[in-house]
């Protein structure tokens, strides 16, 4: 299973890219939400989105997340933000948020348990 990491913000994009690589995992990696889209509906072993809410394009992470959701139903999410703190409502089901600076080990067991 493949982790698709979506940020507009190439540093931070790397960094996640490392820590879910270090886990195991293969990433995918998009700067935006068309990005992402794009490259979902070419492979079909992306099990997990990875994404920031604040993102330049024509959707932000939580328009990305639902958007997925309709489309690719089994799909899990870890959601991000260093400004916003989304209602759990605005979250897909059975999805995972953590606020910037985030910390590795809660991606970690996030990761885990979607993989589980």
Do not use: H
Not at 71 to 96: A, N, T
Request: hydrophobic share 50%.
């Amino acid at each position: 299973m493949a982790v698709l990491i979506v940020d507009d913000e190439p540093l931070i994009r790397m960094c996640a890219v490392e820590m879910v690589e270090e886990l195991g995992f293969e990433t995918v990696q998009a700067a935006n939400a068309d990005d992402a889209i794009a490259i979902l509906e070419r492979r079909c072993d992306i099990g997990i989105v990875f994404t920031d809410i604040n993102m330049a394009g024509s959707m932000d992470g939580l328009q990305l997340a639902a958007f997925v959701r309709d489309r690719w139903p089994p799909i899990q999410f870890i959601v991000v933000s260093g400004e916003l703190k989304p209602k759990l409502s605005d979250l897909p089901e059975s999805s995972y948020f953590f606020a910037k600076p985030y910390d590795t080990k809660q991606i970690c067991s996030a990761l885990a348990a979607f993989a589980g």
